[in-house]
């Protein structure tokens, strides 16, 4: 990953940021990097996902929103999420869990699709809250909260064409600007995805696999705790979906959807381009993989400042190697799902493959090249 002298040398970057959202977004760093945050979120990840039983979403469906309707269990990793085929013909998700963290992170998911209504520029699910008028429910052994479905193709099926790259990361940009605009409920909740908890993944590297990928995971989360971690707080911080994988996009005709708000927290803004831009990364021809695309539309909706351009390619490359070290990991605790847990790890091994050899220098002027060009 070539010289790294280049990041650490100009300690003024950044620094003009608000001290009230450097304050802010300190507390979260110091909070997000404890033991017993980590622990916490460990814990969560580690436990083995609810067991797809539908009458536990039929029960509350008729309790809470006074709908039936025939239920099928889809692929999750920890909350049952079902989709709910009503009499008339709608389709909606209803997602449920008997965990208590659970509870949390239903507040903020249902907080997010609400404050989220009247945006423009992407699609999101719709919130339908209880007949009672609650955002979700909550009752004794299980919790959860309805929303619509998206009808659409999931961006990972769908061919990325450059101007399809384009038009995600613009929408993308939006979301974060909406996000941007509201605080939370349970923002701060644990949560393994949190870049706080990254400095600590290295615990688990005894599940990588040998050769160059456990030699580029432990390469890139180096640079990430000796270079960029320190300069995290320089950066602007907000509400961020902080899992907007090709799966969680959603091709629609009415364009780009978000799902899947789980992974939600109070985060560095450009985590979400970090993250897009990760799976983007599959042409080895092009300086950032393809992924210049998906850069260049976002950052037209959201200019990208000094830190965040400088910065963006080591957190892709740490981003992938969170997702290949967490889901080796969790596909040891649990073999029978690992097909599913490890469906985006071949992306993130061959993106990272591809990241690699750049310095931090070049990484950065391929950012700013990239945001340079004029849209497909």
């Known amino acids: 990953m070539g010289d790294l002298g280049g990041l650490a040398a100009d300690q003024e970057l950044g620094r003009h940021n608000s001290s009230a959202g450097t304050s802010s977004c300190h507390l979260t760093c110091v909070a997000a990097s404890t033991e017993a945050y980590f ?32 239920i099928a269990v889809l692929s999750s990793e920890v909350e049952r999420t079902s989709e709910v085929s009503l009499p008339d013909g709608r389709k909606l998700i209803l997602k449920t869990s008997t965990r208590r963290e659970a509870i949390d992170s239903f507040r903020f998911q249902s907080a997010a699709l609400a404050a989220l209504q009247n945006s423009a520029g992407f699609v999101a699910p719709t919130l339908i809250c209880t007949s009672g008028g609650a955002l979700m429910f909550e009752e004794e052994g299980v ?33 974060d600007l909406s996000l941007g605009q509201v605080n939370l409920p349970a923002a701060d909740r644990p949560i393994l995805w949190h870049v706080g908890c990254w400095p600590r993944l290295m615990e688990l590297e005894e599940y990588l696999p040998s050769g160059s990928v456990g ?3 432990r390469r890139a989360m180096a640079e990430y705790i000796q270079i960029i971690e320190p300069q995290i707080p320089n950066l602007e911080w907000q509400v961020t979906h902080n899992d907007p994988s090709p799966f969680n996009t959603i091709v629609t005709s009415d364009g780009l959807g978000f799902i899947d708000f789980g992974d939600g927290c109070w985060s560095p803004r450009i985590q979400d381009l970090a993250i897009a831009a990760s799976h983007a990364v599959t042409d080895p021809t092009l300086p950032l993989g393809g992924a210049e695309h998906l850069i260049a539309g976002y950052a037209a909706v959201v200019p990208l400042s000094a830190w965040e351009a400088r910065l963006l390619v080591g957190l ?36 990272l493959t591809i990241l690699a050899p750049l310095s931090a220098a070049s990484g950065e002027a391929a950012v700013l090249a990239a945001v340079s060009q004029p849209s497909p």
Do not use: C
């Open 39 to 70: 622990r916490a979120a460990t814990a969560i990840l580690s436990t083995p996902p609810d067991e797809p039983e539908p009458d536990i979403s039929t029960t509350p469906l008729k309790r809470h929103y006074g709908l039936e309707g025939a």
């Open 143 to 175: 919790s959860g909260y309805l929303q619509t479905r998206i009808e659409g193709l999931s961006l990972h099926k769908e061919t990325p064409t450059p101007d399809l790259l384009s038009r995600t990361g613009s929408a993308l940009g939006r979301l």
């Open 215 to 217: 030699t580029s995971v």
């Open 316 to 351: 892709m490359r740490a981003r992938q190697s969170a997702l290949i070290l967490v889901n080796y990991w969790r596909s040891h605790l649990f073999p029978a799902d690992a097909q599913y847990i490890k469906k985006n790890v071949a992306r993130a091994e061959r993106g």
